[in-house]
């Protein structure tokens, strides 16, 4: 069973940065590949980024591409989402999320396991 706590959420101005890290508790980590998913108020979770189990490979929504990487470190059992450029639009619960699969897992379904969340606030 995996747990995942996710933190570096805040507030920032538009055109910011973040640094969002999800830390997992599982020996297992690097077995998993992993994404990063929001959601705002009134609106579906979206997946946001993706990233395969050795890292090798990652894939990202259209609206933070160029803006997001997704990056992991699985001898600290730890996966980073460094965000750059930072929109009003990018307010949301951010998610982290495991998923015991080797292929890109782009929809909520395909995860197994979920942490409680952050919030990133940009303010214009």
């Known amino acids: 069973h995996e747990q995942l706590v996710e933190s570096g959420g805040g507030l920032v101005q538009a055109g910011g940065s973040l640094r969002l890290s999800c830390a997992a508790s599982?020996?297992?980590?690097?077995?998993?590949?992993m994404g990063w998913f929001r959601q705002a108020p009134g609106k579906e979770r979206e997946f946001v980024a993706y990233?395969?189990?050795?890292?090798?490979?990652?894939y990202y929504a259209d609206s933070v591409k160029g803006r997001f990487t997704i990056s992991r470190d699985n001898a600290k059992n730890t996966v980073l989402l460094q965000m750059n450029t930072l929109q009003p639009e990018d307010t949301a619960v951010y998610y982290c999320?495991?998923?015991?699969?080797?292929?890109?897992?782009?929809?909520?379904?395909?995860?197994?396991?979920w942490g409680q969340g952050t919030q990133v606030t940009v303010s214009s």
């Open positions: 999320a495991a998923a015991d699969s080797s292929l890109i897992a782009t929809t909520a379904y395909e995860y197994d396991y």
């Open positions: 990233i395969s189990w050795r890292g090798g490979n990652t």
């Open positions: 599982a020996r297992t980590f690097s077995r998993y590949s």
